[in-house]
């Protein structure tokens, strides 16, 4: 079974929509995190938990929002989706590392999302 | 303002030899950085990293390279394996863990 699953894993929508992608895992990470990659940009940082009560806007957050049910659980929510929100969506997760400023971050599969 | 930066969308190589995939980076304040691969329809998957107090890491066939004055790394995959074609993301993050992603290059091995 994979460590960490995002569902669901296609998604089409219209515009205005209401849409909530969730994410879980099972490695016993504190941290969480979710990314949109869009071609030519890689992989940018929309929200981050480093524990349950803990959540950071990342570098592109509006017109997101998330929650931290749990710590094995981190759903990301579009209010009112719009069409440049089309995008492949991605939770990561990691635990902290003595020494090192970054830990290594373990990544779901992707959720495939378009709005129309 | 993008500031990781691949260069190079794709390369191509030949089983057996040298890949070198590169990367650039703006913020003097990263001190760590980081390589992930990307299967189609997969999520990254870590591969190797290096910290700012290194110059190289090495893993396997894979060794990463750190040029800080020149604020660069690099990937060399040698040999190069058919299997190693894939999506290369370089990444780098500072004191607070907010990792940023290049675009990617894509490498493809032909046997």
């Known amino acids: 079974d994979a460590d960490v699953t995002q569902t669901p894993r296609n998604r089409i929508t219209k515009t205005g929509k209401r849409i909530m992608l969730e994410c879980s895992q099972t490695?016993?990470?504190?941290?969480m995190y979710w990314y949109r990659q869009d071609p030519g940009l890689g992989l940018r940082l929309i929200y981050y938990s480093f524990d349950v009560k803990d959540i950071n806007k990342g570098e592109i957050s509006d017109g997101y929002s998330v929650s931290r049910q749990a710590q094995a659980k981190f759903s990301l929510s579009l209010e009112s989706a719009i069409p440049n929100q089309t995008a492949l969506y991605f939770c990561?997760?990691?635990?902290?590392?003595?020494?090192?400023?970054?830990?290594?971050?373990?990544f779901g599969p992707g959720t495939r999302l378009t709005v129309l | 303002d993008q500031q990781v930066k691949q260069n190079s969308p794709s390369l191509s190589v030949q089983e057996g030899r040298i890949s070198i995939l590169n990367c650039d980076y703006t913020n003097s304040m990263f001190d760590y950085f980081l390589w992930y691969k990307k299967y189609p329809a997969e999520g990254p998957t870590f591969l190797i990293s290096i910290s700012s107090i290194k110059d190289k890491n090495e893993d396997g066939r894979f060794t990463v390279f750190l040029n800080k004055s020149a604020k660069h790394l690099s990937l060399h995959i040698v040999p190069s394996q058919p299997g190693d074609s894939a999506v290369y993301f370089c990444a780098a993050s500072g004191y607070n863990n907010d990792m940023r992603f290049g675009a990617g290059t894509r490498l493809t091995v032909k046997p």
């Open positions: 490695k016993g990470h504190d941290r």
């Open positions: 990561a997760t990691s635990a902290w590392a003595s020494g090192q400023s970054t830990d290594t971050q373990y």
